[in-house]
């Protein structure tokens, strides 16, 4: 079974920004970066696909976060820039069937983003 590693995680400042990384066991086609801030349902961030090639943002992401994948090291990254307190949550990487959260067939552990001053 696919087994997914994020890291990254980390307390910063608003403006800030952070690089987060998912290491797979394997080589997956299609991978996607989610979020899940207290007391909200779980949302799609980015995706980065293969097979059709192509990426994915959602809107409140865009030109901030960049998602990128390093299929030598079968690792996926996301940079951050100019993070805001309302970007804090859990983030999760994800091999996807398609990019949304019922297109997720194996999830990561998660790791935790705050943006706070």
């Known amino acids: 079974e696919v087994q997914l590693v994020e890291s990254g995680g980390a307390l910063v400042q608003p403006g800030g920004s952070l690089r987060l990384s998912c290491d797979a066991s394997?080589?997956?086609?299609?991978m996607g970066w989610f979020r899940q801030a207290p007391g909200k349902e779980r949302e799609r961030v980015a995706c980065?696909?293969?097979?059709?090639?192509?990426?994915y943002y959602a809107d409140s992401v865009k030109g901030r976060f960049s998602v990128s994948r390093d299929s030598a090291k079968n690792t996926m990254y996301l940079q951050m820039n100019s993070l805001k307190p309302e970007d804090s949550g859990m983030y999760y990487c994800a091999a996807v069937k398609y990019c949304a959260t019922t297109g997720v067939y194996v999830w990561g552990q998660g790791t935790q983003v705050i943006v706070s001053s």
């Open positions: 980065h696909l293969r097979s059709p090639s192509g990426t």
């Open positions: 394997e080589d997956i086609e299609r």
